[in-house]
């Protein structure tokens, strides 16, 4: 019996695992987007396998560029090189990667400065040699952070110092940084310095349709710049912002159907003991008598009906939507073994042509940000939801052993029963426990925002629902509640 009481570790672990791996799935996507600038993924990447490529139609030129800009205009336009490289002062040196920028990069990256200035779209078009440097590279190059018109060499030519930048240091950024500190300099200034950096990523604003149709965009630009597309790799962030986005939402969703499976099954017990009871009341001699006995059981069923009712239909609101599927990803014909075989030969194509090129900055935060929103989610409805069901299962079971119900354990019934025929107190404890643990989580993560408010109470609906079902699943076999 002291066994069968333990039921509240596996509850609240279960209620911990899901509020942490939904909560910090949302904060690692939010923060992600923050981190994005206030275009967010609302954009459209070209990547340059080798970007010192000699031939004209496996790179990217300053002409190439502005042709793009002219064809995207309105929509912004940013690109950026980049090259290992030594950073000298008078007295010291240190290696780091210098990231040339251009164009309104500012709007698809923040960059948190701190003193001075950000690289100007006036200072790329005017070849100027300056620099953006982290507050690290400062303390390691002069020792303080107060060096803003201080001078560094930069592949043996001088470049004022014109800003410094704090890092977030977040866990994607962790996974995503190879811990070389970053100087950004004007784009038109490293290709001066370095041709054989080359401009290896173009990013713009993406349209409207850019999730279905933004690598056919990417595409026909590339080949109306005379470019092999073969040579270049289209990250489709609006798509991927669909994808991701969707994680947590899709664990709910995925736990709702299961819920609602249940409460429809409840409810239609519900309905029938109401009427049942209703028929009861009519039926009897001196009907308002009958009313005043069983009226108080009427009102709570009718209450926890209303009560179902309510919260699956707040749940459906909060978190029914259309899940995003890739449009290369849907066969014309349903059973069409040969579609998915060319989809999954594509991918292994696709990763055969990357073998030995440099991602891009963006692509490596998407990639890692892609697997931890993933982890999460999946921790939370694989782990989570088993566990908080296994807690619940091991309660009523041990109620049941105390109360002496009709399952083959009625020799226990002269123990008295410490259980409540509720989950609340449980539930609430556990939530405590769990959005404190998701807290703690997201700030050791370096992200900052909690849940989704939408997110947060579809979780609280789908507990409370949890909580009626249980309550009542035990009145509905309890005979005696409803003479």
């Given amino acids: 019996m002291r066994r069968m009481r333990n039921y509240r570790l596996p509850l609240a672990l ?3 695992i899901i509020v942490c791996g939904l909560s910090l799935a949302a904060a690692l996507v939010r923060e992600e987007l923050d981190a994005s600038g206030p275009a967010g993924w609302n954009k459209i990447g070209i990547t340059v396998y080798s970007p010192g490529y000699s031939d004209g139609q496996g790179k990217i030129t300053e002409d190439d560029i502005r042709e793009l800009q002219r064809r995207l205009a309105p929509r912004k336009v940013a690109y950026s090189a980049r090259t290992l490289d030594t950073l000298e002062t008078e007295k010291t040196s240190t290696q780091a990667d210098v990231i040339g920028v251009g164009g309104q990069y500012g709007e698809f990256a923040a960059l948190w400065v701190t003193s001075g200035s950000p690289i100007t779209e006036q200072a790329v078009l005017g070849r100027s040699r300056i620099a953006v440097i982290s507050e690290n590279t400062a303390e390691k190059l002069f020792g303080s952070q107060r060096i803003v018109g201080k001078t560094i060499r930069i ?27 970053d100087v950004y300099v004007p784009a038109t200034s490293l290709l001066d310095l370095d041709s054989g950096a080359g401009i290896g990523t173009v990013e713009w604003e993406a349209a409207d349709d850019a999730p279905i149709r933004g690598k056919t965009e990417a595409g026909n630009l590339l080949t109306a710049l005379d470019k092999n597309k073969s040579l270049f790799g289209v990250t489709n962030y609006a798509e991927k912002r669909e994808l991701v986005g969707q994680v947590p939402a899709l664990c709910l969703l995925a736990a709702a159907l299961v819920s609602g499976a249940a409460s429809m099954r409840l409810g239609i017990r519900l309905t029938g003991r109401l009427v049942g009871l209703l028929q009861a009341v009519r039926a009897g001699m001196d009907w308002q008598a009958e009313l005043r006995v069983r009226w108080r059981k009427a009102v709570r069923l009718g209450t926890g009906l209303a009560a179902l009712i309510a919260l699956n239909a707040a749940v459906w609101r909060l978190v029914g939507f259309r899940p995003y599927i890739p449009p290369e990803w849907i066969p014309e014909q349903w059973i069409d073994i040969g579609f998915f075989a060319e989809r999954i030969e594509e991918s292994w194509y696709g990763q055969t042509k990357k073998i030995g090129y440099a991602a891009s900055m963006n692509e490596w935060r998407l990639a ?6 993933t982890l999460c989610g999946g921790a939370a409805l694989l782990l989570g939801w088993p566990a908080y069901r296994l807690g619940r299962r091991i309660r009523k079971t041990a109620q049941r052993i105390a109360s002496g119900s009709p399952s083959g354990l009625a020799a226990h ?6 259980l409540p025929d509720t989950l609340y107190p449980e539930l609430h404890a556990s939530l405590l426990l769990g959005y404190a643990a998701a807290a703690a989580a997201i700030w050791a993560c370096g992200a900052v925002p909690l849940f989704d408010w939408r997110e947060g109470l579809a979780l609280l609906a789908l507990l409370y629902i949890d909580c009626i079902q249980y309550e009542w699943e035990g009145k509905m076999q309890d005979e005696t509640y409803w003479q």
């Fill in 368 to 373: 890692r940000i892609f697997e931890l929103v």
């Fill in 413 to 418: 019934a002269a123990e008295p029963s410490a």
């Fill in 155 to 181: 592949h043996g030519e001088t470049f004022t110092v014109a800003g410094i930048y704090r890092e977030r240091e977040t866990l994607v950024q962790k996974m995503a940084d190879n811990g070389v500190p």
């Fill in 14 to 16: 279960g209620i911990v």
